[in-house]
């Protein structure tokens, strides 16, 4: 009977040690690459693709980008992509969605006309406000204010005032307060990174964000991880 036992967590364990299956959905624009390399030095095993399989067997799925939101926004229709990615958070897959790729979780945009996002989170995405002396885009660093008592794995025992590289013009805006997990500041504050159940968003490149990048994607990833087991 003792060694049923010690089988069974023997297998958990060799479970849980292993790295992340992660699939940076490729939808056709962004920085698909430069995330899926910062993923594998993370610790993750990550690939970009479209395969519908692949995303399926996937522990947990990435949807970056760069570029203006009607346009991913199509893509995502035009592809499937989209109803897919929708389809894999609602049987419990983690989603984390980067730069444009967290914009796009949300409803609506107000960019260029506006477009639908995908809906996983209430509320919609505008323009940063113009503030004296401040130009747009938001291009650098900016220090980030962790929402107090977060547990969101994004935040990955990171303190306050940790700097994340921002490109940006629009900032999500969640109909939730609960669903904002840090604040930056550019003339006044905006929801840098979000997260609701098992989706997640940074407004910032984790990719270019030196080691602590590194360590919020290693976050995501061992949650996704731990939700495989």
Known sequence: MSGGTDERQGT?????????RLVVVDYGMGNRRSVEKAL???????????????IAQADGLVLCGVGAFP???QRLRETGLGDLVKDQVADGKPLLGVCLG???????????GGAEG???????????PPVEGLKLPHIGWNSVTWTPGTT????????DGTAFYHVHSYVAEPEDPGDV?????????FVTAVGRG??????????????????????????CTRCAT
């Open 118 to 128: 995908l809906g996983l989170l209430p509320g919609p995405v505008r323009q940063l």
């Open 152 to 159: 969101s794995p994004l935040r990955a025992g990171l303190p």
């Open 71 to 73: 346009a991913g926004a």
């Open 181 to 189: 997990v840090a604040r930056g500041d550019y003339g006044r504050p």
């Open 198 to 223: 098992r989706v997640y968003g940074a407004q910032f490149h984790p990719e270019k964000s030196s080691k602590d990048g590194l360590r919020m994607l290693r976050g995501f990833a061992e949650t």
């Open 102 to 112: 967290m914009q796009l979780l949300f409803e609506r945009s107000d960019e260029r």
């Open 12 to 20: 958990a364990e060799a479970v849980s040690d292993r790295p992340a």
């Open 40 to 54: 594998q030095h993370a610790g993750a095993d990550a690939v970009v693709t479209d395969d519908p399989d692949e």
